[in-house]
């Protein structure tokens, strides 16, 4: 399945449940963690900024193409950035990802 059946599943389900709300969180890989960590612990602190701004990037980008392309109400669609801090442990790929959860109203 490609990101855009992927998003349009997501405006589906947001269409059927109203007054329910989804909470994007964005992830990224941390395979340079190593490198930063050798030019000392101002790097690493840089590192781990731009890797937070890239995970709220991506999902921001969600909720926005959420947005734009089905005129989901942006209040109903909340944004986390997670950088690398909770990694899946399978390949790189793996930890380049946005997760969705369902918040339903009851």
């Given at each position: 399945?490609?990101g ?5 599943s997501l ?9 329910s ?9 941390g395979s340079?963690?190593?490198e ?12 781990e ?6 995970s ?14 089905y005129?989901i ?6 944004t ?7 990694p899946?442990g ?6 380049r ?9 009851n």
């Amino acid at each position: 399945m490609n990101g855009r059946c992927y998003l349009e599943s997501l405006a589906g389900l947001l269409r059927a449940g109203v007054g329910s709300r989804i909470q994007v969180t964005g992830h990224v890989e941390g395979s340079r963690i190593p490198e930063f960590k050798s030019h000392g612990e101002a790097a690493l602190k840089a590192g781990e900024l731009t890797a937070m701004n890239l995970s709220k990037n991506r999902a921001r980008s969600v909720k926005e193409a959420l947005i734009n392309r089905y005129n989901i109400d942006p209040d109903r669609i909340e944004t986390l950035g997670r950088s690398w801090n909770e990694p899946l442990g399978g390949p790189i790929e793996s930890d380049r990802r946005v997760q969705v959860q369902w918040i339903t109203v009851n």
